[in-house]
Every structure is written in C-alpha cells, then in structure tokens.
T-cell receptor, first 116, second 112 residues
Framework: AQTVTQSQPEMSVQEAETVTLSCTYD???????LFWYKQPPSRQMILVIR??????QNATENRFSVNFQKAAKSFSLKISDSQLGDAAMYFC?????????????FGSGTKLNVKP | SAVISQKPSRDICQRGTSLTIQCQVD?????MFWYRQQPGQSLTLIAT?????????ESGFVIDKFPISRPNLTFSTLTVSNMSPEDSSIYLC?????????FGQGTRLTVV
C-alpha cells in the first residue's frame, strides 16, 4: 500500500510571509500524480496544485509552488505572501498513474494558521 | 472541473436509526468515492462506487453497515445504518475528473 506522510501536524505563519509544508511518500511506481488539497473550516476540499511525476519542472499556481524531489520521494508546498484566507488544513495526496486505478492516498494533514 | 452537491450538510440522529447521504455530480463520472473524516483528521476511504456494479469496500467497512447505491453516472448515495455514537463523523463524497479529485461539501453526522 502507498503511504503519504505529513510530519507537521500544525504550522503558523505571519501574514505576507512564506511557509513550506512538508510531505513524503512511499511508492514503487515510477509514474504517478501528487496533489496538495486545502480544506478550510467550511469543509470543502479544494485542489491547490498537482504534479505529474514524469515532469521534472516543479508546478506553480500563483502564490503556491511545489518542490518535487522524485528520488527523495518528497513533495513540499511553498505558500508565498501568505494571506488570512490561506488558513486551513492542507492534505498531501498520491494517486497511481494507471487510469483504471483511481484511489487517492491522503496524508494526515497539516493545519496552517495565518497570523495577522 | 466537476461540481458535487452533497446533502444533508449536517444531521443529528438517534442511535439505531439510519441516514442516507446523497451526492449529485454536475457531469458524468465513472467512479465515485465515499470517505469518513474525523474533525482535524485525514480522510479514510470507505468504498468506491462504480455505476452498474457493487461498491468495493475498504478493510473495516462492510456493505451491511454502509450500503451504497450508484444508479447512474451522476448520482450516488451512502447509507449509515443502525447508527451508534461511534459513527459520528464527517462523511465526504468525491469523484474523479480530469485526473483530479473533486469533493462534496461534506455531511457532519452526530449520533446521540
């Protein structure tokens, strides 16, 4: 079974500053997807960013970027210019590449607090 | 992207009763998933619901306790049967679209 590990249960960042959330995973596959999802208090899970393992270039989405280290099986999320609305639970997730195997594996989550 | 409407958003139920949670997707999807999430915790997959076949349950979850229906490619229900306080949790439905997962708003269930 695949495992996804988030070692930081909770983190805090000052508004406008940068924070990095860590994620490691275990897999024997060479092709897969990685995701970061955000879950605010409203409970609605929202995709923040995704990365295909075959792509060497790190994904970016506005203030969100990842540091994908395939050999180290590491997938960290960097949030720049943090905003109050970034406060949420963040889940790292893994999915197989195979189209007939769509199960997602989620980490335990990191609660991000943003201080004004 | 897909939009998933899930209802009810919350409910308080008596032990021994059953609750059915509904999820409606605004587009056709092959697979839907049902998760359970304790507040502040990660998501635990209950089962995968495929249209036209029986749901596939994860270890620790059984059909008699969590029957699932998937009558078409846009709709699914999860029933929590014979509820006990231990079933109090958040239940989420999810679907895959364009390679990523989309989620309903969740149902917060409290069993008293």
């Amino acid at each position: 079974a695949q495992t996804v590990t988030q070692s930081q249960p909770e983190m805090s960042v000052q508004e406008a500053e940068t924070v990095t959330l860590s994620c490691t995973y275990d897999t024997s596959e060479s092709d897969y997807y990685l995701f970061w999802y955000k879950q605010p208090p409203s409970r609605q899970m929202i995709l923040v960013i995704r990365q295909e393992a075959y792509k060497q270039q790190n994904a970016t989405e506005n203030r969100f970027s990842v540091n994908f280290q395939k050999a180290a099986k590491s997938f960290s999320l960097k949030i720049s210019d943090s905003q109050l609305g970034d406060a949420a639970m963040y889940f790292c997730a893994y999915r197989y590449w195979r189209t007939n195997f769509n199960k997602f594996y989620f980490g335990s989550g990191t609660k991000l607090n943003v201080k004004p | 992207s897909a939009v998933i409407s899930q209802k009810p958003s919350r409910d308080i139920c008596q032990r021994g009763t059953s609750l059915t949670i509904q999820c409606q997707v605004d587009s056709q999807v092959t697979m839907m998933f049902w998760y359970r999430q304790q507040p502040g915790q990660s998501l635990t997959l209950i089962a995968t619901a495929n249209q036209g076949s029986e749901a596939t349950y994860e270890s620790g979850f059984v059909i008699d306790k969590f029957p699932i229906s998937r009558p078409n490619l846009t709709f699914s229900t999860l029933t929590v049967s014979n509820m006990s306080p231990e079933d109090s949790s958040i239940y989420l439905c999810s679907a895959i679209g364009q390679g990523e997962a989309f989620f309903g708003q969740g149902t917060r269930l409290t069993v008293v």
